[in-house]
């Protein structure tokens, strides 16, 4: 339903996000696709490393992993529903999602890495989850600009307009 809601709102507002004036609006809603796959990957697998009792660099290692997974996964499903095929929707989520998907992961784990405690904290801990939480917004902050940047020049989410 929301990936709808982002389709219908991409498909409106088309022509304003592809040129040099890419608005805030549309790339706010471009890094809100980007941290649902980024948030999906990365608690999964801090959840897993965590639960798993491994050190801090496999856990960051998995959660980085699954979190460009995901951010694709979504992508592709968005562009292989639009009827691309599986080769041109991989480089359409390659060129939509890699510099989103890189700025968000830096950000959101070098938060987690320098809170104190954080990487030693359990599932069961407050803090786990807090950090994380905060890790996301905080890469949610500092993502949009650059999504608004890439946007702006018909670059990253911008290439997946056209498939909405």
């Known amino acids: 339903m ?8 991409v498909h409106h507002h088309h022509h304003e996000g592809m040129t040099g004036g890419g608005g805030w ?3 706010v809603r471009a890094t809100l696709h980007c941290l649902t796959g980024c948030a999906i990957g ?3 697998g801090m959840v897993i490393g965590t639960a798993l009792g491994w050190s801090a660099v496999p ?3 998995l959660a980085i992993a699954l979190a460009f997974f995901f951010g694709y996964a979504l ?18 989520a390659l060129a939509a999602d890699t510099l989103s998907i890189a700025v968000m992961e830096l950000v959101d784990n070098g938060v987690i890495v320098l809170w ?26 500092a993502t949009t600009p650059v ?14 307009h056209q498939y909405h």
């Open 75 to 92: 992508t592709l499903r968005g562009v292989l529903k639009a009827g691309l095929g599986l080769r041109d929707a991989v480089k359409v």
């Open 147 to 160: 999504n608004k940047w890439m946007i702006g020049r018909g670059r990253g989410h911008a290439v997946v």
């Open 116 to 141: 104190p405690g954080a990487m030693d904290a359990g599932l069961g801990d407050p803090l786990f989850w807090w950090v994380l939480a905060i890790a996301l917004a905080v890469a949610f902050v």
């Open 42 to 44: 990365e608690v999964l």
């Open 25 to 27: 609006e549309t790339a």
């Open 59 to 61: 856990t960051l290692i």
């Open 2 to 9: 929301r990936q709808e809601a982002h389709a219908s709102h």
